[in-house]
């Protein structure tokens, strides 16, 4: 916490070490976190590509009232939350199809060696409908409270509260099923 | 068959090493640079009139008054002594190595809150030496603005202004000489600052690969309601490396936020006679000391102003005035809020003016005398303050026209 008010403190005085630091302090959580929600790591690795790019722009309005990965965590799944719906658009427009030929796209599983229960979360993880797994993962991998997930996403906490709910019911319902079979 | 509260746990404990393509990770890095960069120019462009106004508007600003105030409590310590026996420093111990002191070099960082949310932030580089005095390099977005030297040997004091290639000199007096170059008047400024206890250990931390124990605290003694301090010390020297301060301070006629972020200390530093020298380059233009012009348009106001020989009604009326004034300071000094506001109906007084004001001791007041323009009485007078400063100068009186309530005009 300290560490980070003295890199944002130097961030806004012009420092681009202190920049740096804060990327490659934070990368990683915003790539795990982008990655899980949009089960792509290329876009992944665009998410966090344009969340730091316009952090650096950011250094002479920046506030920043809690701590700094909050902040950063949330640019991210705001970020996500936009790229996912841009590309349900895209699906309506019939423009998927075309997409998904030339896409090389990699799913979180081809990072990993032999992972075979990071290959049977992804999976689950992407059968869940967006704003259930974002909820899921914002509380869960991203430690955020119901009632933050509810402000950053402008909607009631029992209405988050539920989200999270279902999303864990129909991953179980997944995840038992695979099992049984 | 997995439960909820297992999967809620899976997930939570799901150990997954990703990381950015290393390539990707390079254009990146490479982007933010270049990204950071441009931001910054544009930014001074656009910004650095706007800081320049507010810095002109305050020549003595809060800046060297945070330094004073910072290294007091840099080389204080000791006030923290004894601070339990599971901690790693030995507070006493800092107070031994800080009064060991004899040169230190220190970088702050201020940060002030301006409306429309575009903070002023300035870096400061600080010298300190005992045997020659301070100098304070001050930078705004990475360009050096302005050299302070404070020269306690030569009872002299510099302002070097880089970006407008002026500069200014001015007579210290003994207050600020000795400010300038005796810790003792900074630990004794800090015991006052200190004495009120309670404060937060705040365990052990790392900064910059240091490990290092810290302590905080807050409150009105320490400079305001929302004054906040924290100072963290290498357990290995006993030595500070970071401190921290957020006050609310006066700037441009409102109360904003104040941060001081103090690092990069090296203490004992070898510092030469020459780093305080003030290196003044001949195309640079010499300026006039703000405070002797506006203590010239002073004595200018106070010509205008000056005693006309009194009737008989006002020579009856002079002892009532030195009265009046006796009672004012008395109220400040019996903490008598009701009446001091009685003699400043205008003037709504924050706390931490009251503190500083409230226990003051009246030295002198002299014969009133009648300004020729205007019907105030004029009142020469010193008192002093419980911090053991002192103010001598003239107030002005005049009586209410209903009420027959003595009023003072243009604060005192």
């Known amino acids: 916490m300290l560490e980070d008010k003295v890199l944002i403190w130097k961030f806004k005085c012009g420092s681009s070490d202190a920049l740096c630091s804060i990327y490659q302090k934070y990368k990683k959580d915003l790539l795990k976190l982008a990655a899980i929600l949009l089960n ?28 700094l990965k909050s902040y950063l965590l949330t640019c991210t799944a ?14 309506t427009a019939g423009l998927d199809k075309a997409e998904t030929i030339v896409s090389n796209s990699k799913r979180p599983e081809e990072l990993s060696i032999c992972s075979e229960e990071l290959r049977r979360w992804s ?37 988050i509260k539920g989200r999270y709910r279902y999303g864990l019911d129909k991953l179980r319902s997944i995840l038992n099923g695979e099992m049984k079979k | 068959m997995k439960s909820a509260e297992n999967i809620e746990k899976l997930i939570k404990n799901l150990d997954w090493d990703i990381d950015i393509n290393p390539e990707k990770d390079r254009v990146i890095l ?15 462009a656009l910004v650095e009139p706007k800081i320049r106004r507010t810095i002109m508007k305050n020549p003595m600003t809060k800046l060297a008054a945070a330094a004073v105030i910072v290294i007091a409590v840099t080389l204080g310590l000791f006030e923290f002594s004894g601070t339990g026996t599971t901690s790693g420093v030995v507070w006493a111990k800092v107070l031994e190595k800080t009064e060991q002191i004899s040169a230190l070099v220190y970088d702050m960082t201020v940060e002030i809150d301006q409306p429309g949310g575009e903070n002023l932030v300035v870096l400061l580089r600080n010298y300190v030496a005992r045997d020659y005095g301070t100098r304070a390099d001050t930078y705004i977005y990475g360009k050096l603005s302005k ?36 810790p003792e008047e900074l630990r004794t400024c800090l015991k006052n600052i200190m004495s009120g206890g309670g404060y937060t250990e705040l365990g052990r931390a790392e900064i910059n690969g240091v490990a290092v124990e810290g302590v905080e605290r807050n409150g009105p003694d320490l400079g305001g309601e929302d004054c906040f301090m924290r100072v963290w010390v290498d357990v290995e020297t006993n030595l ?9 301070g006066k700037e441009g006629g409102q109360m904003r936020q104040h941060k001081y972020l103090m690092e990069n200390f090296k203490w004992n530093a070898s510092l030469d006679e020459k780093t305080f020298e003030p290196n003044i380059p001949d195309d640079y233009t010499l300026m006039e000391d703000p405070r002797a012009g506006r203590d010239r348009q002073e004595n200018s106001k106070t010509q205008q102003a000056s005693p006309q020989t009194l009737t008989e009604q006002e020579q009856a ?44 001791e009246t030295i002198y007041i002299g014969e009133p005398a009648k300004a020729t323009n205007g019907n105030k009485w004029l009142i020469p007078y010193e008192i002093k303050f419980k911090n053991g400063g002192s103010q001598k100068n003239t107030m002005r009186l005049t009586a209410d026209e209903n009420t027959g309530q003595f009023i003072v005009r243009g604060g005192f």
């Open chain 1, 40 to 67: 792509d790591v290329s876009d992944a690795e665009d998410i966090v590509h344009d969340v730091f790019v316009s952090f650096a722009k950011s250094a002479e309005k920046l506030k920043l009232s809690g701590n």
């Open chain 1, 78 to 91: 705001n970020r996500a939350r936009n790229r996912n719906r841009a590309q349900r658009q895209r699906q």
């Open chain 1, 123 to 159: 999976d689950a993880m992407g059968r869940l409908p967006y704003e259930q797994r974002e909820v899921v993962i914002l509380h869960l991998r991203a430690g955020m409270r119901f009632r933050q997930i509810a402000k950053l996403q402008g909607i009631s906490v029992n209405t």
């Open chain 2, 30 to 44: 490479g982007e933010l640079s270049e990204v950071h960069e441009k931001s910054k120019k544009m930014k001074s």
């Open chain 2, 147 to 182: 050299i302070m030297y404070i020269l306690p040997t030569q009872k002299v004091g510099y302002r070097v202004y880089v970006d407008r290639k002026t500069y200014y000199q001015y007579e210290l007096s003994d207050a600020e000489a000795a400010r300038g170059r005796d």
């Open chain 2, 240 to 248: 500070p490396v970071q401190i921290i301060m957020e006050m609310l």
């Open chain 2, 317 to 360: 009326e002079q002892p009532k005035v030195k009265e009046a004034v006796r009672r004012f300071f008395n109220a400040f000094t019996e903490q008598d809020w009701d009446t001091v506001s009685k003699y400043l109906p205008d003037l709504k007084m924050s706390q931490r003016t009251k503190d500083i004001l409230a226990g003051l």
